[in-house]
Protein backbone atom coordinates (compact mmCIF):
# COMPACT_ATOMS: atom_id res chain seq x y z
CA UNK A 1 0.00 0.00 0.00
CA UNK A 2 3.26 2.29 0.85
CA UNK A 3 4.63 1.93 -2.05
CA UNK A 4 1.07 2.86 -4.67
CA UNK A 5 1.08 6.04 -2.15
CA UNK A 6 4.73 6.91 -3.24
CA UNK A 7 4.09 6.36 -7.19
CA UNK A 8 0.68 8.34 -7.15
CA UNK A 9 2.74 10.82 -5.70
CA UNK A 10 5.72 10.59 -7.58
CA UNK A 11 3.40 10.72 -10.60
CA UNK A 12 1.48 13.84 -9.37
CA UNK A 13 4.78 15.31 -8.82
CA UNK A 14 6.49 14.83 -12.57
CA UNK A 15 2.84 16.19 -14.22
CA UNK A 16 3.09 19.40 -11.69
CA UNK A 17 6.84 19.71 -12.59
CA UNK A 18 6.51 19.83 -16.17
CA UNK A 19 3.73 22.13 -16.08
CA UNK A 20 5.62 23.92 -13.92
CA UNK A 21 8.58 24.00 -16.57
CA UNK A 22 5.79 25.17 -18.97
CA UNK A 23 4.32 28.04 -17.26
CA UNK A 24 8.24 29.19 -16.20
CA UNK A 25 8.92 29.01 -20.34
CA UNK A 26 5.64 30.98 -20.91
CA UNK A 27 6.80 33.64 -18.53
CA UNK A 28 10.14 33.96 -19.98
CA UNK A 29 8.95 34.02 -23.50
CA UNK A 30 6.28 36.85 -22.68
CA UNK A 31 9.56 38.63 -21.14
CA UNK A 32 11.67 38.48 -23.65
CA UNK A 33 9.30 39.56 -25.93
CA UNK A 34 8.06 42.69 -23.86
CA UNK A 35 11.83 44.03 -23.42
CA UNK A 36 12.37 43.40 -27.16
CA UNK A 37 8.96 45.41 -27.81
CA UNK A 38 10.01 48.26 -25.34
CA UNK A 39 13.77 48.62 -27.03
CA UNK A 40 11.91 48.62 -30.37
CA UNK A 41 9.52 51.49 -29.13
CA UNK A 42 12.15 53.36 -27.49
CA UNK A 43 14.15 53.44 -30.89
CA UNK A 44 10.90 54.43 -32.68
CA UNK A 45 10.55 57.40 -30.11
CA UNK A 46 14.19 58.34 -30.56
CA UNK A 47 13.88 58.51 -34.26
CA UNK A 48 10.34 60.53 -33.98
CA UNK A 49 11.87 63.00 -31.31
CA UNK A 50 14.78 64.03 -34.13
CA UNK A 51 12.09 64.38 -36.56
CA UNK A 52 10.71 67.24 -34.50
CA UNK A 53 14.12 68.88 -33.40
CA UNK A 54 14.72 69.30 -37.41
CA UNK A 55 11.23 70.17 -38.10
CA UNK A 56 11.44 72.18 -35.80
CA UNK A 57 14.78 73.87 -37.30
CA UNK A 58 13.15 73.89 -40.48
CA UNK A 59 10.81 76.01 -39.14
CA UNK A 60 12.90 78.40 -37.56
CA UNK A 61 14.67 78.73 -40.60
CA UNK A 62 11.59 79.14 -43.00
CA UNK A 63 10.56 82.14 -40.75
CA UNK A 64 13.82 83.89 -40.52
CA UNK A 65 13.47 83.47 -44.51
CA UNK A 66 9.89 85.00 -44.32
CA UNK A 67 11.29 88.13 -41.97
CA UNK A 68 13.98 88.44 -44.78
CA UNK A 69 11.19 88.12 -47.70
CA UNK A 70 8.96 90.76 -45.84
CA UNK A 71 11.35 93.48 -44.56
CA UNK A 72 12.67 93.04 -48.78
CA UNK A 73 9.25 93.74 -50.17
CA UNK A 74 7.94 96.42 -47.63
CA UNK A 75 11.56 97.88 -48.83
CA UNK A 76 10.95 97.40 -52.59
CA UNK A 77 7.25 98.63 -52.34
CA UNK A 78 7.93 101.57 -49.84
CA UNK A 79 10.96 102.54 -50.69
CA UNK A 80 11.21 101.78 -54.27
CA UNK A 81 14.12 100.04 -53.93
CA UNK A 82 15.42 98.08 -56.91
CA UNK A 83 17.49 95.02 -57.07
CA UNK A 84 21.05 95.57 -58.86
CA UNK A 85 20.01 94.37 -62.89
CA UNK A 86 16.44 94.77 -62.86
CA UNK A 87 14.65 97.20 -64.90
CA UNK A 88 11.62 99.30 -63.80
CA UNK A 89 8.91 99.80 -65.52
CA UNK A 90 6.60 102.35 -64.80
CA UNK A 91 2.75 102.73 -65.85
CA UNK A 92 2.21 106.01 -66.90
CA UNK A 93 -1.89 105.39 -67.79
CA UNK A 94 -2.06 105.19 -63.74
CA UNK A 95 -0.83 108.64 -63.19
Known amino acids: MGMNIRKKFS ?6 GIF ?3 VVCSLATGVLFQ ?6 YKKEIASIN ?3 EDTKA ?5 E ?4 SHDLEASAR ?5 V ?4 IIYVDIKRR
Do not use: D, H, Y
Open 20 to 22: LVF
Open 83 to 86: KPGE
Open 35 to 40: VTKVKE
Open 77 to 81: SRLNM
Open 50 to 52: KQI
Open 64 to 67: KEKI
Open 11 to 16: SQATVL
Open 58 to 62: EIAKL
